[in-house]
């Protein structure tokens, strides 16, 4: 049975390497705080010491952190994952990050004899914790095929997008939908209260319409039960969309409506909810996230 690596286990991350040992799977652990694999450890996880020892630990590594500097630093540190020999290894890459960074992985992994695939997710944390969370895949057909069962462990749906860098294209495609759908459900809250309606009674009849969609069922009713607590940071959806308009700007393309939602994120990151939820985003308006009694 292969050696699983996993490097990253946050909100997202601990729940995929949970649910790879509850199929069986051989799992080395790896996260800056060491705490945080606890009780990974506890589960059956092993934990070592550094990116570099999760590699030669292991033969297919899985990475999923924050930004793309902490990928760079897993990848190219002395420490990281390429300061070891990688041939016949595979590399999955689940950080949403740069189609430049992904392609440069794969290409550094080539050279090493090994292989790189990018392979953002999207679901949040109860796609995570539930294993229903959506694969979006950049790379070598032979290899994803290979690393396809164990996306089956914690993904619903996968595809293989094209060649190394498209996975990530593929995620900016999908943030930019979700701006739209975060921003939409926002303010028809906000409205819908303002306009003295029962909040339950609408959420439930526009989920059974076409304005149903992913945000609306998981995040309103967070935001009811004043629940901001980060299935999703607010911090990393920033640097999502700022990676989006660099690359439609790349393609000159102009996005005014993933413009304007990174604006308003901005502005909730500046009041100090950057690592709250996406859903805090109601907090522009309604003071510490509570919603506001109106009058009949």
């Given at each position: 049975?292969?050696?699983?690596?996993f490097?990253?286990?946050?909100?997202m991350g601990?729940?995929?390497?949970?649910?790879m040992?509850k199929?069986g799977?051989?799992?080395?652990?790896?996260n800056?705080?060491?705490?945080?694999?606890?009780?990974l450890?506890?589960?059956?996880a092993?934990?070592?010491?550094?990116?570099?020892?999760?590699?030669?630990a292991?033969?297919?590594?899985?990475?999923?952190?924050?930004f793309?500097?902490?990928?760079?630093?897993?990848y190219?540190?002395?420490?990281?994952?390429?300061?070891?020999?990688?041939?016949?290894?595979?590399?999955?890459?689940?950080?949403?990050s740069?189609?430049?960074?992904?392609?440069?992985?794969a290409?550094?992994?080539?050279?090493l004899?090994g292989?790189?695939?990018?392979a953002p997710?999207s679901?949040?944390?109860?796609?995570?914790?539930?294993?229903t969370?959506?694969?979006?895949?950049?790379?070598?057909q032979?290899a994803?095929?290979?690393?396809?069962?164990?996306?089956?462990?914690?993904?619903?749906?996968f595809?293989?997008?094209?060649?190394?860098g498209?996975?990530?294209h593929t995620?900016?495609a999908?943030q930019i939908?979700i701006?739209?759908?975060?921003?939409g459900?926002?303010?028809?809250?906000?409205?819908?209260n303002?306009a003295g309606?029962?909040?339950?009674?609408?959420?439930?009849?526009?989920?059974?319409?076409?304005?149903a969609?992913?945000?609306?069922?998981?995040?309103?009713?967070r935001?009811?039960?004043?629940n901001?607590?980060?299935?999703?940071?607010?911090?990393?959806?920033?640097?999502?969309l700022?990676i989006a308009?660099?690359?439609a700007?790349?393609?000159?393309?102009?996005?005014p409506?993933?413009?304007?939602?990174t604006?308003?994120y901005?502005?909730?990151?500046n009041?100090?909810f950057?690592?709250?939820g996406?859903?805090?985003?109601?907090?522009l308006?309604?003071t510490?996230?509570k919603?506001?009694?109106?009058?009949?």
């Amino acid at each position: 049975m292969s050696q699983i690596g996993f490097i990253g286990t946050g909100v997202m991350g601990a729940s995929i390497v949970r649910n790879m040992i509850k199929q069986g799977l051989n799992v080395n652990v790896y996260n800056r705080t060491k705490s945080k694999t606890d009780e990974l450890i506890k589960e059956g996880a092993v934990w070592q010491e550094t990116p570099a020892a999760i590699t030669e630990a292991s033969d297919i590594i899985f990475t999923m952190v924050g930004f793309p500097k902490d990928v760079e630093t897993i990848y190219f540190n002395e420490n990281g994952i390429f300061s070891k020999d990688i041939t016949d290894k595979i590399i999955v890459d689940l950080t949403t990050s740069t189609p430049t960074l992904a392609e440069k992985i794969a290409v550094k992994a080539n050279e090493l004899g090994g292989i790189a695939l990018d392979a953002p997710v999207s679901g949040g944390d109860l796609g995570a914790k539930n294993g229903t969370l959506t694969i979006m895949v950049g790379g070598d057909q032979a290899a994803y095929e290979k690393v396809l069962p164990i996306f089956k462990t914690f993904g619903k749906t996968f595809t293989l997008q094209g060649e190394s860098g498209k996975g990530q294209h593929t995620k900016m495609a999908n943030q930019i939908m979700i701006a739209g759908t975060m921003t939409g459900m926002t303010e028809m809250m906000v409205y819908a209260n303002k306009a003295g309606l029962d909040l339950d009674k609408v959420i439930e009849t526009l989920s059974g319409g076409s304005a149903a969609n992913w945000s609306l069922s998981n995040y309103s009713p967070r935001i009811l039960k004043e629940n901001y607590s980060p299935g999703f940071f607010v911090k990393h959806f920033i640097k999502d969309l700022k990676i989006a308009l660099d690359e439609a700007e790349k393609m000159n393309l102009d996005l005014p409506a993933t413009k304007l939602a990174t604006d308003l994120y901005e502005k909730l990151a500046n009041k100090g909810f950057e690592n709250d939820g996406t859903q805090a985003l109601i907090k522009l308006w309604w003071t510490d996230g509570k919603q506001p009694m109106t009058k009949d």
